[in-house]
């Protein structure tokens, strides 16, 4: 029970940390996929556990968004978070599935726009 209400209280700053380890790890993919398939194509067979990665941040960023709207004052900032997290959840997905090709500047953006948020919440919205 208090592990909950610690992640209520701080999920704001949780939200900061996941969107920017999101943001590094979306930064990094290419480059770590560039040099490994220069180096070995069996390293390449190593690689599906850090492209699921996606699916765990978008996890955990589900919940610092769910616990953020739980606290937020501002009713607006409810919607501007679910809209930015489900863009996320879009986004990673059409990724995934391949079906339109959207630039990853869309990607890297609603990670920011999601990060600022959080910053936003936790500054004036409390």
Known sequence: MKSIK???NNSDLFGV????????HCI?????????SSLNTKLLMTYSWWSNLDYVFLIISFF????????TTVKRMKYFFWLSWF???LL????????YEFSEF?????????????????????
């Open 6 to 8: 610690f992640l209520t």
């Open 17 to 24: 940390l996941t969107c920017s380890l999101c943001l590094v």
């Open 28 to 36: 990094s993919t290419p480059l770590i996929v560039i040099s490994l």
């Open 64 to 71: 610092m968004v769910y616990f953020s709207t739980q606290i």
């Open 87 to 89: 863009s996320l959840f």
């Open 92 to 99: 990673i997905i059409n990724e995934k599935t391949e079906l």
């Open 106 to 126: 869309a990607t890297y953006s609603i990670i920011s726009v999601l990060s600022l948020l959080h910053l936003y919440n936790l500054k004036f919205c409390r």
